[in-house]
C-alpha cells in the first residue's frame, strides 16, 4: 500500500499530518454546508432585486460559478506556498463569514440602487450583472479557493491526489447537508437572516478549528514551493475534456430538474431534493475516483471511460423521464403526508440522476491523477483542474438553459449532451502521441476504430432519447392518471417554463404550466378569470390605465380589455410563449386581447418590472402561478404589495386571485392575511361551486372610498357597459348585486381566523414553504368553511340605494349561509 505522502517534512512531521487528514475531511463538510445555505439565501434574496426571470437565474448562477472559477486559479498564483495551508484555508474561512454576514446587508441597498435606475427592458442585463458581481464575487472567490488552499497539505502523488479527491467529496457531503438544511428546515422554519447566521456559525466554527490544528501540525513547504512545473502537452486534453465534463453535468442538471420538476411539482422542496441528490452522486462518484486514481495505472484511461459511459446514462435518464416514469401508477393526492410523496420523488430522483451523476463525480479526481506530477505545486494542479470544470459548468448551463431548451427543446439537449460527453472521451482516449501508448494511449488505428464505434454508439443512444411528452407537461405528477382522456393541441418549452394547450372531449379548452391546468374554459375557471377582470375596471372611477400581471389563457386580461374607460393596458407575463401562443389558442374566450391595439404586452417578471418602472396605474389585478411554485410567492409578500401600492394612482384598485384548491389552510392563511395587512380595508369575494369554496378574488384600494353598487350596475345596464354585461352574464353573474354578493369577509370578519397567520415577507418568503405542502390536497371546502365562519354584512363597505343595499344584504346573508355546514 502506497504510503500517503504529505508535505516534505521530517518522518515524524509527516506521521502527525498524516493522522489529521481526516480531520480536514470534516472540516470541508462543513465549509461545504455553509456554501450551499449562501447559495440557496444569496439567490432567494437577489431575486428580490433583479427578478426571478430565466436570464436574471443565469446571470446569478454565472457570476456566483465564475467566482468560484476566478477564486480556484488565483489562489495558487497570488497566495504563496510558504504560508500553512491550513492556517490560508481558515483565514478563507473567516472571510467568506464575514462577506456572508455583509450581503444581507448590502444586497437591499444595491438592489434599492438598481432598481431605481435601472429602467426596464433588457437593456438593464447589464446592471443586473453589475448588482450580482457586486455582491456575489467576493465571498464566492473565496468560496473558490479553499479546496485549493488545502491542497497544499499533500503532494501531487497518486496518494495526495487521492485525498484531494476526498476532500471534494467531504465538500460536495457538506453541500448536500447545507442543501437539506436550508431547503426543508431553516427557511422553511425561519428566514434568510436565520439561516446565514447558521452558515455564518459554520464558517467560524471550521476556521476556529483549522486554525487549532495549524497549530499542532508543523509545515514545511515543498521543494518546489511557488514554482510551476511545465505540463505536458497531452495534458491540456484532460483540461478540456473536464471542462466538457462540466458542461454536460451542468447542461444536464438544467434539462432534468424543468423535467423533473414537471413530474414531482415545482415546489422549493423539490428543487431542494433534486440538487441535493445530484450532489449525493457527485460525492459518491468523487470518493470512487479518489480510490481509482490512487490504485489504477493510467487516471487518464479511467477518466476516458468515465466520459463515455456517460453517454449511456444520460441516454437512460432522458429514456426514463420521457417514456417510463410519467406512466407509473401513481396518483399523489392518495398520499396521507407529504413525507410519503417526498419519499416518492427521492427515489425517482435517484434512479434518474445517480448513474451519471457518480460519472461526472468520479471524473474530477481522476483528472487530477491524470495530470499531477511530482513536485508540482498541488494548489495549481487543483486550481486548474477545477476552474476547467468550473468554466465548463458555467457555459453548459447558461447555453443549455437560456438557449437549447427554449430553441430546440429538451430532447435535443440531451442528444447534444450525449455527442458532447462521447467528444470528452474520444480527447482523453485517443488524443495521445505516440510516446504515451504504453500509458494508456491508442495506436492509430486502434483509434480510428474506436472513433468511428463511438460515434455509431453515441448516435444510437441519443435516438433513445424520446420527445417531452405533452401529457407530463400538461398534467405532471397526475400524468398517469389522464392517459387517453384529453387532446394535448399544443406543446411548447419556452425559456423558462414548458406549457401545453388541451381540449377536452366537449371541447373544453385547458391551459397547462407548471404541470397543472392554470386556466380554463370551464364554467367555474371562466367565472373567477372574468369576476377578477371585471371588479378591477368597474370599482374605479376612471380605469383609463391598467396592469394585468400574468397573461395566462388571457381571460381576465380579455375581461379587462373590454372595458371601453380603459385606453391604456399592460400585460407583465415572464414566458413569451404564453401571450405568442397559448392565449391565442382562447382568443374566443378572452376577446382576442393580446391582439388589442390597447394592450402592450411586457416580458418579464412581474416583480421586477414593477420595481423598475416609473409608470403608475389606476388599477392592477394578478393572477400568477400556484403560490406552491418555486418563486412565485414573491408576487405574494408584503413588500411586493407595499410596491403595488406605490404604483397606484389615488383611488386605485388592485385585486388578486387566490385558489383555495392544491392549498392548506395556514398557506390561504398566509396569503390573505399579507394581502390584508397590506389593504386594511380590503375584502374578499369568493367563487363557489355549489356553494363550496373554489378560489377567491382578494380586493384592495388606497383610500376607504365605498363600492358604489348603484353607480356599478348603471355602467352594466348603459350600452357602453353592453361587452361587460354580456362577458358577466355568460359566466352567471346577471347584476352588480349577484357580482359584489360574493363578498366572503373583511380583515374584521375573518379576525379570529388570521390571528395565527403567517405573514409572507420578503425576509422569509414563508408562503412557498407553506403551500408546498399542499399541492396535492383538496381541502378547499374546509378552508372556505373556516375562513367564512364570522363573516357578516359589511356595512362600510359598499354605498348606493337603501334598496340595492338591502337587496345586496338578502343575497350575502343567503350566500354565506349556503356555503357554511349544516351539521
Sequence with gaps: MTQLETVSAPAADLETGRRWL????????????????????????????????????????????????????????????????????????????????????????????????????????????????????????????????????????????????????????????????????????????????????????????????????????????????????????????????????????????????????ATTYTFSLILAVFLVGLGIGSTIGSELARRVASPRLALGWCQLLLCATIAWAGYAMGESLPYWPINPSLSTSPVFNFQLDLMRAIWVTLPSTILWGASFPLALGAVAQRGQDPGRLVGGVYAANTLGAIVGALVTGLVLVGTVGSQVAQQLLIGLAATSGVLVLVGVTPTDQAKGGLRVHTAAILVAGVCVAAILLARVVPPLPGLLVAYGRYAATWVGINQIIYVGEGITAAVAVSRTADGVLNYHNAGKVQASSEPQDMKLQRMLGHITTLVPENPAKVLVIGCGAGVTAGAVSIDPRVKDQTIAEIEPLVPQVVSTHFAEHN????????????????????????????????????????????????????????????????????????????????????????????????????????????????????????????????????????????????????????????????????????????????????????????????????????????????????KTLDELRAYIDRSIAASKPTF
Design 22 to 265: 481526516p480531520a480536514l475531511l470534516v472540516l470541508f463538510v462543513g465549509s461545504g454546508c455553509a456554501a450551499l445555505i449562501y447559495e440557496v439565501v444569496w439567490f432567494q434574496l437577489l431575486q428580490l432585486s433583479v427578478g426571478s426571470s430565466a436570464v436574471s437565474l443565469g446571470i446569478l448562477l454565472g457570476i456566483f460559478m465564475g467566482g468560484m472559477c476566478l477564486g480556484s486559479l488565483l489562489l495558487p498564483r497570488y497566495i504563496s506556498a510558504r504560508h500553512h495551508p491550513l492556517r490560508v484555508y481558515a483565514f478563507l474561512e473567516l472571510g467568506i463569514g464575514l462577506l456572508g454576514v455583509l450581503v444581507l446587508f448590502v444586497v437591499p441597498l444595491i438592489g434599492g440602487v438598481y432598481t431605481t435606475i435601472a429602467g426596464t427592458g433588457q437593456v438593464n442585463l447589464f446592471l443586473r450583472a453589475i448588482v450580482a458581481g457586486i455582491c456575489l464575487l467576493p465571498p464566492t472567490i473565496l468560496m473558490g479557493a479553499t479546496l485549493p488552499a488545502i491542497a497544499r497539505w499533500v503532494e501531487a502523488t497518486p496518494s495526495g491526489v487521492s485525498w484531494l479527491g476526498y476532500f471534494y467529496g467531504g465538500n460536495l457531503a457538506g453541500a448536500v447537508m447545507g442543501c437539506l438544511l436550508a431547503g426543508f428546515y431553516l427557511l422553511r422554519l425561519f428566514d434568510m437572516p436565520t439561516a446565514t447566521l447558521v452558515a455564518v456559525a459554520l464558517n467560524a466554527t471550521v476556521a476556529l478549528l483549522a486554525l487549532g490544528i495549524a497549530r499542532a501540525t508543523p509545515y514545511v513547504p515543498a521543494a518546489a514551493g511557488d514554482r510551476a512545473i511545465a505540463a505536458v502537452p497531452e495534458s491540456r486534453l484532460i483540461y478540456v475534456a473536464i471542462a466538457l465534463s462540466g458542461m454536460t453535468a451542468l447542461g444536464a442538471e438544467v434539462v432534468w430538474t424543468r423535467i423533473l420538476s414537471l413530474l414531482f411539482g
Design 591 to 802: 376577446f382576442d386581447v393580446v391582439r388589442n391595439p390597447k394592450v402592450r404586452i411586457h416580458l418579464d417578471d412581474a416583480r421586477h418590472y414593477l420595481l423598475t418602472t416609473d409608470e403608475t396605474f389606476d388599477a392592477i389585478t394578478s393572477d400568477p402561478l400556484d403560490p406552491w411554485v418555486k418563486g412565485a410567492a414573491t408576487l405574494y409578500t408584503r413588500e411586493f404589495f407595499e410596491e403595488v401600492k406605490e404604483h397606484l394612482n389615488p383611488g386605485g384598485v388592485v385585486t388578486l386571485f387566490v385558489q383555495l384548491y392544491e392549498s392548506t389552510d395556514a398557506a390561504v392563511k398566509s396569503e390573505v392575511g399579507t394581502f390584508l395587512e397590506a389593504f386594511p380595508n380590503g375584502a374578499v369575494f369568493a367563487n363557489t361551486v355549489n356553494g363550496q369554496g373554489y378560489d377567491l378574488v382578494l380586493f384592495g384600494q388606497l383610500g376607504d372610498r365605498r363600492i358604489d353598487v348603484d353607480a356599478v350596475q348603471a355602467r352594466l345596464s348603459s350600452a357602453e357597459g353592453e361587452p361587460i354585461r354580456r362577458s358577466l352574464a355568460q359566466v352567471g353573474i346577471n347584476s352588480a348585486v349577484e357580482l359584489f354578493g360574493t363578498y366572503a369577509g373583511s380583515r374584521m370578519d375573518m379576525a379570529n381566523w388570521l390571528k395565527d397567520a403567517d405573514i409572507n415577507t420578503d425576509r422569509n418568503l414563508r408562503l412557498q414553504y407553506l403551500a408546498g405542502l399542499g399541492l396535492n390536497l383538496y381541502q378547499s371546502a374546509l378552508i372556505y368553511h373556516n375562513m367564512i365562519a364570522e363573516t357578516r354584512y359589511p356595512d362600510r363597505l359598499f354605498a348606493g340605494s337603501q
